[in-house]
């Protein structure tokens, strides 16, 4: 289980002050990004193929954002060196046994004249820059280009071109129409830029922080293993240069942390919510979030000082991937687990289920508790689709072969390459995952903004408000409904009505916003026209 072809891209010192310079030369607005502009020019003194060059960008930018960083600029020379030497260029080419570290340099041609021009221009530019005024950054402000053009084009990826489209069109909506208090708190820059998370949910004692720590093969600061609930917070685990543990008052209010959301649930939440931070090369891709096991009975409700069915539904919002964890002892699904992953409606396709600790028994026992969890699930997951079950037994423990036999250790090791190769996908599909997140999210903000532009419109204009506004929540569902046949909407989109009921009678409907056409017509430009536009734009070059 190994996680060494994410930290691709390396090279010797001497390779790597090469790559610098050619990097600063193909970059040609020193924002410290290749586009597909910069890439076609600087590529082209290769002399490959088109077809060769497609792939070579295909590969380096695996995560599909538009851009080359300077580690995936390293990547695309090695993989051009490759290509030169006569090697196909292929996503295997990356995990065979070529030592990348020591491979020369590809050929450029031309490119020491042009970088010699180059120095020579900046020891001129060097001499005369005192004595030239440089433009004032406010003159764009008055360009006869419109904002809408200088927008599109002045972004370098598409995580930044969401950034623009969120601040510009998405936002007023959400603000105007209260979505922040509703469905989810407003996007801050963090939450575009952090990286991807898993979430792991399960009752306690699954083996929830063991498979983080069979991961990362070690223990992260403040992990606490035992049969009984040991892990009693929302962990989670992130890069970091030294090993250390984070309060959750602290972590909440830090602006370059996506977290600032959770400051909504109190700080009864936030004194049970801590971040661990350590160097490790599978987090500088992947946050984990270790969460605490799922009591029975009243403890779940009444001891837990916070709402926590509400915390698992806004880490499931920003997690890229859900494993939900079961014991092949404790397969019986409690009405407290039942609405935890109850959350997580919406996020379905987020979810892996995984049957840990599987050694535990022998095949033809194994056999019954497959069996007997997925007639759980199935009540549980209100889906017409079977649930993919991963079995497997994750720990640093060899697999117990004399309980489950050669067969079942053949077929715990397929599974556990099946789920590992799920995570190695994760970071390739975190752009692709915030555009999709973002592009819900406008889906559901336009309904938002529809119910309640609907709501104030069905108010009285003078006398009765109040009782008006008890029968409209009484009646919420009946509300929905004719929201729906009005504007043509799908049933599943609209949100939970006990939730939304309970959120609205601490409202003065009547103080809402009445429906603001110009605001919906906004949104809908950035679905049809935008947000394709955007992907058009950083696409592969070579396509």
């Known amino acids: 289980m190994d996680f060494d072809s994410i930290t691709i891209g390396t090279c010797s010192k001497e390779h790597k002050t090469i790559y610098h310079e050619w990097f600063n030369y193909a970059d040609s607005d020193s924002d410290g990004r290749i586009t597909g502009s910069d890439a076609t020019a600087f590529f082209s003194k290769s002399n490959l193929s088109r077809q060769d060059l497609k792939q070579v960008w295909a590969i380096a930018d695996s995560k599909r954002e538009g851009y080359l960083g300077f580690t995936e600029f390293i990547i695309a020379m090695q993989l051009v060196s490759l290509a030169q030497s006569g090697l196909p260029v292929t996503h295997d080419l990356l995990t065979s046994n070529v030592d990348l570290t020591n491979v020369e340099p590809p050929t450029m041609e031309g490119l020491d004249v ?92 699954t083996g929830k922080t063991t498979f983080i720590k069979h991961l990362l093969k070690s223990s992260y600061p403040g992990a606490h293993i035992g049969p009984e609930p040991t892990t009693d917070r929302f962990v989670v685990v992130m890069s970091g240069p030294d090993e250390r543990s984070i309060p959750g008052n602290t972590i909440a209010v830090q602006a370059d942390m996506p977290f600032s959301g959770l400051t909504t649930f109190g700080t009864a939440f936030l004194s049970k919510f801590e971040c661990s931070q350590m160097p490790h090369p599978l987090l500088e891709h992947i946050t984990f979030v270790d969460s605490p096991g799922v009591l029975s009975g009243e403890k779940q409700r009444t001891q837990r000082a916070y709402d926590f069915t509400g915390v698992t539904s806004w880490f499931a919002s920003k997690c890229d991937l859900i494993l939900l964890l079961f014991d ?216």
């Open 114 to 205: 042009l970088l010699a021009k180059k120095k020579h221009k900046q020891k001129d530019l060097d001499v005369n820059v005192s004595s030239q005024l440089k433009p004032s950054p406010s003159s764009n402000w008055f360009s006869s280009n419109s904002t809408k053009k200088v927008a599109l084009s002045s972004v370098t990826s598409i995580i930044d071109g969401l950034k623009r489209l969120y601040v510009q069109k998405l936002k007023p909506l959400e603000v105007t129409y209260h979505f922040n208090d509703f469905v989810s708190p407003l996007l801050t820059n963090s939450d575009f830029d952090c990286k991807p998370m898993v979430m792991l949910l399960g009752q306690y004692s």
């Open 328 to 543: 092949p002892h404790k397969l019986d699904v409690s009405d407290e687990f039942k609405r935890v992953i109850s959350s997580l409606r919406g996020n379905d396709d987020k979810i892996r289920v995984v049957l840990n600790k599987a050694d535990q028994v022998d095949t033809q026992q194994l056999m019954r508790v497959y069996g007997a969890l997925m007639w759980s699930l199935g009540k549980v997951l209100n889906t017409p689709e079977v649930m993919r079950v991963y079995i497997g037994s994750f720990n640093d423990k060899p697999i117990n072969d004399a309980v489950s036999g050669p067969i079942g250790k053949e077929l715990f090791e397929k599974e556990q390459d099946d789920l590992l190769s799920n995570l190695k996908d994760i970071p390739k599909k975190a752009c692709d995952r915030r555009i999709n997140e973002f592009v819900k999210r406008a889906r559901a903000a336009k309904i938002h903004a529809y119910i309640v532009s609907h709501l104030k419109k069905e108010m009285p204009a003078m006398i009765g408000k109040a009782k008006a506004q008890q029968k409209l929540i009484d009646n919420l569902d009946g509300e929905f409904g004719k929201v729906q046949k009005e504007f043509h909407l799908p049933p599943g989109d609209f949100p939970n009505v006990e939730h939304f009921r309970e959120i609205l009678s601490g409202y003065n409907i009547d103080k809402f916003e009445r429906l603001k056409p110009k605001m919906i017509q906004a949104v809908d430009d950035m679905l049809g026209y935008d947000i394709p536009n955007l992907l058009k734009n950083f696409r592969n070059p070579y396509d």
